[in-house]
């Protein structure tokens, strides 16, 4: 059973920065599937902000975060990070890693998803 645990979210005024976590179980997943973070604010639909695959270093990101945000990932830790710069008010939303088996920017192409840690920024 995979499971993916979100931490590090919480509260950063404008031009800070946060790092969120996740913790990912499962060896079969970790062998051959991409990561996503996604972020769902209050009534709006739920949007791709990056991805990283397990393999290689590859990793793409949504334009609003290009530049500001980066994602890592520690396979033997089975850890994937996203590091949040100059936050904007507008970043504010409930943050998700998710899993998948190939990179795709779409939420339904995710099977596996963490419960979300909230992220507030404000001005």
């Known amino acids: 059973q995979v499971q993916l645990v979100e931490s590090g979210g919480g509260s950063v005024q404008a031009g800070g920065s946060l790092s969120l976590s996740c913790a990912a179980s499962g060896r079969a997943f970790l062998s051959s599937h991409v990561m996503g973070w996604f972020r769902q604010a209050p009534g709006k639909e739920r949007e791709f902000v990056g991805l990283?695959?397990?393999?290689?270093?590859?990793?793409s990101y949504a334009d609003s975060v290009k530049g500001r945000f980066t994602i890592s990932r520690d396979n033997a830790k089975h850890m994937v990070y996203l590091h949040m710069d100059r936050l904007k008010p507008e970043d504010t939303a409930v943050y998700y890693c998710a899993g998948g088996r190939y990179i795709a920017t779409t939420p339904n192409e995710y099977g596996y998803w963490g419960q979300g840690t909230q992220v507030t920024v404000s001005s």
């Open positions: 990283i695959r397990w393999s290689g270093a590859s990793t």
